[in-house]
C-alpha cells in the first residue's frame, strides 16, 4: 500500500493487507527480445518468458493472430534475453 495516502490507508487497511504485493510475477520470468524476420524483413518483439522456446511460441501467437497463414519460406525466428542488469567494465 505504498501508493495509498497515509490518510487512508487505516481505511483500507482491512480490504488490502500490507503484506500482499500490488503486482505478482512469476519467480522464473524474463524478458527476452525476439527477431522475426519474413523474407529479411525483420520484426522484433519483447515478451516474458520463462525459456527462449517459451519466448519463440508467445512471439508467434502474438505475431501470427490466426486470421492469416503462418509463411514457411524465409522464415527466421531468434531469440536472445535481455541483459536488465548491465555488465560490469
Given at each position: ?10 481505511v483500507?487497511?482491512?480490504f488490502?493487507?500490507?503484506t500482499t504485493p500490488?503486482v505478482?510475477v ?7 527480445a525476439v ?9 522484433v ?5 520463462f525459456?527462449?522456446?517459451?519466448a519463440?511460441t508467445t512471439?508467434?501467437?502474438?505475431y501470427f493472430?490466426?486470421?492469416?497463414a503462418m509463411p ?11 541483459n ?6
Amino acid at each position: 500500500m505504498n501508493n495509498v495516502h497515509p490518510l487512508f490507508r487505516g481505511v483500507i487497511a482491512p480490504f488490502a493487507p500490507a503484506t500482499t504485493p500490488a503486482v505478482k510475477v512469476a519467480p522464473g520470468l524474463r524478458p527476452f527480445a525476439v527477431s522475426i524476420r519474413i523474407a529479411g524483413k525483420p520484426e522484433v518483439i519483447n515478451v516474458l518468458a520463462f525459456t527462449t522456446c517459451d519466448a519463440i511460441t508467445t512471439a508467434i501467437d502474438i505475431y501470427f493472430d490466426g486470421a492469416e497463414a503462418m509463411p514457411t519460406d524465409g522464415l527466421e525466428i531468434e531469440a536472445c534475453p535481455i541483459n536488465i542488469l548491465p555488465s560490469a567494465a
